[in-house]
T-cell receptor
Framework: RKEVEQDPGPFNVPEGATVAFNCTYS??????FFWYRQDCRKEPKLLMS???SGNEDGRFTAQLNRASQYISLLIRDSKLSDSATYLC??????????FGDGTTLTVKP | GAVVSQHPSWVICKSGTSVKIECRSL??????MFWYRQFPKQSLMLMAT?????????EQGVEKDKFLINHASLTLSTLTVTSAHPEDSSFYIC????????????FGPGTRLTVT
């Protein structure tokens, strides 16, 4: 079993839709969590950190569920520009970052 | 803030030659830098972790004598692909983490290497 697993995707949604991605992790001692976005042939860019209390940034909401060991990313009112691959990152207590394989989102007109 | 640069952004070289890629943190001091490789439509693969002033830690299956990493200062790490072969053609991306204790990584724009 991989340390970090993401919904395989791809997700194809119309503009304006709400879409959610989940990411599960196996190390219960993990301490930090992030969502990154990667566009085709570009480097990953930090989207947001994830906290137990939830974290909202405009149309994006990230949530952490420590009991079930998963993090989620919710995108509301999808835009064409949201099309990308979304990577979850889990950081262990020792500071090692593990990336998920990514979930591809395509928003269509 | 938190800008990481990489140079060159793309390089084409002949089989058997060596290529050096530089990764710089421009506005912060990076105690730890990471080197990744990504093949088309595949996920990021961590190659090695480098800490300033010490030897890099390589992931399993990554040849340390082929991929030489030097992290001589808090703002610069280099990756040298020695005796490159066509199968080394890939997208190489570095990232850096600062000293604050927060674990975000900031990525460079990547280097696209093509070995002919």
């Amino acid at each position: 079993r991989k340390e970090v697993e993401q919904d395989p995707g791809p997700f194809n949604v119309p503009e304006g839709a709400t879409v959610a991605f989940n990411c599960t992790y196996s190390n219960s001692a993990s301490q930090s969590f992030f969502w990154y976005r990667q566009d085709c042939r570009k480097e990953p860019k930090l989207l947001m950190s994830v906290y137990s209390s939830g974290n909202e940034d405009g149309r994006f909401t990230a949530q952490l569920n420590r009991a079930s060991q998963y993090i989620s990313l919710l995108i509301r009112d999808s835009k064409l520009s949201d099309s990308a691959t979304y990577l979850c990152v889990v950081v262990s207590g020792a500071g090692k970052s593990t990336f998920g394989d990514g979930t591809t989102l395509t928003v269509k007109p | 803030g938190a800008v990481v640069s990489q140079h060159p952004s793309w390089v084409i070289c002949k089989s058997g030659t060596s290529v050096k890629i530089e990764c710089r943190s421009l506005d912060f001091q990076a105690t730890t830098m990471f080197w990744y490789r990504q093949f088309p439509k595949q996920s990021l693969m961590l190659m090695a972790t480098s800490n300033e002033g010490s030897k890099a830690t390589y992931e399993q299956g990554v040849e340390k004598d082929k991929f030489l990493i030097n992290h001589a200062s808090l703002t610069l790490s280099t990756l040298t692909v020695t005796s490159a072969h066509p199968e080394d053609s890939s997208f190489y991306i570095c990232s850096a983490r600062d000293q604050s204790g927060v674990y975000e990584q900031y990525f460079g724009p990547g280097t696209r290497l093509t070995v002919t």
